[in-house]
């Protein structure tokens, strides 16, 4: 079995500390830390960059930061792509097709780190991605939908 590459945006970093009342929240949290988990078990790579770091830096909330800074820090970073020439430039293509600018540098960071999927809770980003799939070179899904998908068998890359 091949081992997946996944970007995680900061949405998805952020998703364990949001308030766990609703029941959409707690499916993605519980699928974001059963993909995390299969990082520090070395089943999966996880790819990350510098604008994730940069993201979670800007959690206004200084305890939410904290908790953030410590799940990201606990991540075994398999792959670390920095935000040079290309995907500066990749990112604002993906500004002109309607992503805000993290969002487009996620998705460049995501496909420069040859992601077999980047994960996001954002659904505007997700309808978009889908929208515009055939100018991707990265897979962009729900947490919690990709999960279940690829642990029933019907995940493909």
Not at 72 to 83: E, H
Not at 107 to 121: N, P, R
Not at 148 to 157: A, F, L
Request: net charge positive; hydrophobic share 35%; glycine share 6%.
């Amino acid at each position: 079995m091949k081992t997946c590459k996944i970007y995680l945006d900061s949405c998805c970093v952020s998703r364990p500390y949001d308030d766990q009342t609703q029941n959409r929240i707690k499916s993605e949290t519980a699928a974001i830390l059963q993909i995390i988990s299969r990082f520090w078990n070395g089943e999966w790579q996880s790819i990350t960059s510098k604008v994730l770091q940069f993201e979670i830096n800007q959690i206004s909330d200084l305890t939410k930061r904290f908790f953030v800074k410590s799940l990201f820090t606990s991540i075994p970073q398999t792959i670390f792509v920095s935000v040079g020439v290309s995907e500066t430039l990749r990112g604002k293509q993906l500004e002109v097709l309607g992503f805000k600018e993290y969002d487009a540098l996620h998705i460049a960071c995501a496909e420069s780190g040859k992601a077999d999927v980047l994960l996001t809770t954002d659904d505007a980003v997700i309808r978009r991605a889908k929208r515009l799939r055939s100018q991707f070179h990265v897979r962009v899904e729900n947490p919690d939908t990709w999960l279940r998908e690829h642990t029933s068998g019907k995940g493909g890359n």
